[in-house]
């Protein structure tokens, strides 16, 4: 197994339906990313949080990047195990989808289906896809980021420094979910906070940079 192949995974709601209503919701996924993250946890229909004992934590996935976004979710992943990613998604999926029906007294599909999943294999792809997965964040509050039209930068990385569902902290240098991500391949490509942060003002606020940016969707 290749650990460093990079999938960008997504999914979003049944309907484009909101998936994640409240904080709750949010902390119970990122909490699941975690759990759900280990080959020795077996996720049975009839007692899904049920873990067999049998030591360490033996990971599927490493997780690189993620967020989280009301209706959908971005996901930057290497496999760990053959089908490490759709064992991971399987249960994630599964799991999630149990406790947001049982807590919203809800039946059926939460999900659109399979998710998506992107083999990075391109260097320009590589080098825009962990901006791309946090500036998603952008679109609640300054949506114009994904056509370079952002004229308060400075709002908006208060914006995203303000965003906690996402990874974007733990690479600016604020603790946030230091123990989903594994970090040691991105940290070299974004840099310091000062280089990063310039970076992401050159994407949101020029529109050739932008457009660049955008070419990996």
């Known amino acids: 197994m290749d650990e460093t192949e990079f999938f960008h995974v997504l999914n979003r709601g049944v309907d484009k339906r909101d998936v994640m209503m409240d ?16 080959q020795t946890f077996a996720l049975h229909p009839a007692q899904p ?16 990047a993620f967020c989280l ?25 599964m799991g999630y989808a149990k406790y947001f029906n049982e807590r919203y007294d809800r039946s059926g599909a939460l999900w659109q289906g399979k ?40 709002g908006a990385l208060d914006f995203l420094q303000s965003y906690r ?12 979910f230091p123990s989903i991500t594994h970090r040691e391949e991105l940290a070299p490509l974004l840099g310091s906070k000062r280089r990063y942060e310039g970076e992401i003002v050159n994407i949101i606020s020029d529109p050739d940079i932008a457009a660049s940016s955008m070419s990996i969707e």
Do not use: C
Not at 165 to 176: F, I, K, M, P, V
């Open 115 to 154: 998710y998506k999943r992107i083999h990075i294999e391109r260097d320009e792809h590589f080098q825009y896809i962990p901006f791309y997965i946090h500036l998603n964040a952008l679109d609640l509050a300054f949506p114009e980021w994904r056509t370079g039209g952002v004229q308060d930068t400075r």
């Open 49 to 64: 949080d049920r873990r067999e004992e049998s030591g360490a934590r033996k990971l599927l996935v490493r997780i690189h």
């Open 69 to 93: 976004m009301p209706n959908h979710f971005h996901l930057l992943l290497s496999p760990l195990i053959e089908n490490g990613i759709s064992l991971f998604m399987q249960k994630l999926g």
């Open 23 to 38: 904080d709750r919701d949010r902390v119970r996924f990122i909490h699941d990313f975690f759990v759900f993250n280990d």
């Open 165 to 176: 569902w996402s990874s974007h902290l733990d690479y600016s240098g604020t603790r946030n």
